[in-house]
């Protein structure tokens, strides 16, 4: 019974994905997936390989290499196997991030991971941004005081991005992982709540959750 009902799971998480890129994506288009190593990254890759014969989409990835982590050159080659072994194109682009600046390393960082993306060629850019990223999103947004223009956090498309995952679960993305025996990388600094974004994830939401289990997705909402 538990079996069968984590194939349910997992089977609506391909019908999410596939559903959401349904709605922006036409036959014959290139698609290139930011692949960083982690689960979701991982999961979303293998996502797209069965969904891509029926939709008709192109598939190719780009894995971003901060330099930031002593891993960051094992995470590359974790990536280029895992593209290698599904027949996938890989890009790596490798970029210098403002470890001073101003606004902090996690934005430095997102600023030079935006801007490889903007440098890689197709016609959209596929994010594994998942539901629990989304009222991460929200929370921070809020806190800096953006507004009303922050409250509606992360689009499921913006310009060339897309994010097909933003209805599914952190926890359904890894039980899509584990039942179809999936590899991934973690990344260290995930844990480290001393950057805003983490400190969100691990002290505020996930108390949050257990208090009240609809939070996320409220948040999300």
Known sequence: M??????????????????????????????????????????????????????????????????????AENWA???????CAAGIPLSVERVVVERNAPDGLEAAARRARHAAFARTSGDFIVLGHHRGDQAETLLFNLLRGTGLAGSAAMAPRQRRLLRPLLAVSRAEIEAYAREHNLDWIDDESNRDTGFSRNFLRHEILEPLRRRFPAAEKNLAA
Do not use: W
């Open 2 to 71: 538990a079996s069968s009902r984590n194939s349910q799971s997992t089977d609506g998480v391909l019908a999410a994905c596939a559903a959401a890129l349904a709605e922006q994506v036409a036959p014959g288009q290139h698609l290139t997936l930011a692949l960083s190593g982690g689960v979701d990254s991982a999961t979303l890759l293998h996502l797209l390989q069965r969904i891509a014969p029926a939709a008709g989409f192109q598939l190719a990835a780009v894995h971003v290499n901060h330099g930031l982590s002593e891993n």
């Open 77 to 83: 080659e974790f990536c280029a196997t895992l593209c």
